[in-house]
């Protein structure tokens, strides 16, 4: 079955220790998004890829990044820098960035919680 | 100004009942507008889209845009309580490739 999958589902860190989050995609979709979700905030865009080797800060960038080095794999790497991790963390891809009608597709999202 | 802001709700209805739910968005550019159906601790799927103006209909469901007040609407008849979830409305712009969210609205449909 294609899809988005999101690992690990649950996650806690310490404060100051950086966290790497996976997103793996099997649907030849281009582009890849990152969204991070707090209650009361619908989602809000951290990154973004239309093509390989190739991301885009979004609205809230600061304190995360990301590497796209294959199609299917749009990592996250939440840092220590981030000063209010705690969310969830959502991943979706869409066939073709700048074609599309915006029907982006969603992994099950990971929560991460720093203690 | 947010590119486009939603009642966060929480809103809540009877079974059977018409529910409204509304966004307002600030960019004229030429885009989709969409509605995500959340439920709890899901990721989004996609309901429904609609071009730039005018109204979709699918089944029970209905999306609406007005441009001149730049007002997002999705209409559910007949709610279900399997309609509670939280619905979020979304602007797409395909130059940039960028899907932007408004904060969502938790709905409850009470049997």
């Known amino acids: 079955d294609g899809?988005?999958?999101?690992?690990p589902k649950y996650l806690f860190r310490k404060e100051g220790q950086n966290v790497t989050l996976s997103c793996e995609q099997n649907l030849n979709h281009d582009a890849m998004y990152w969204y991070r979700q707090d209650p009361g905030q619908g989602l809000r865009l951290i990154y973004y890829s239309q093509i390989v080797n190739d991301f885009q800060k979004g609205d809230?960038?600061?304190?995360?990044?990301?590497?796209?080095?294959?199609k299917e794999s749009f990592p996250l790497t939440v840092t220590s820098a981030q000063k209010n991790p705690t969310a969830f963390y959502l991943c979706a891809s869409t066939r073709g960035g700048g074609t599309g009608t915006g029907e982006l597709f969603f992994g099950e999202g990971s929560r991460l919680t720093v203690l | 100004q947010k590119e486009v802001e939603q009642d966060p709700g929480p809103l809540s209805v009877p079974e059977g009942a018409i529910v409204s739910l509304n966004c307002t968005y600030s960019n004229s550019a030429?885009?989709?507008?969409?509605?995500y159906r959340q439920y709890s601790r899901k990721g989004p799927e996609l309901l429904m889209y609609t071009y730039s103006s005018g109204n979709k209909e699918d089944g029970r469901f209905t999306a609406q845009v007005d441009k001149s007040s730049k007002y997002i609407s999705l209409f559910i008849r007949d709610s279900q309580p399997s309609d509670s979830a939280t619905y979020l409305c979304a602007r797409w712009t395909s130059n940039t490739g960028k899907l932007i969210f408004g904060q969502g609205t938790t709905l409850q449909v009470k049997p």
């Open chain 1, 60 to 70: 809230i960038a600061e304190g995360y990044s990301v590497s796209r080095e294959k």
């Open chain 1, 3 to 7: 899809g988005i999958t999101q690992s």
């Open chain 2, 30 to 35: 030429f885009q989709y507008f969409m509605w």
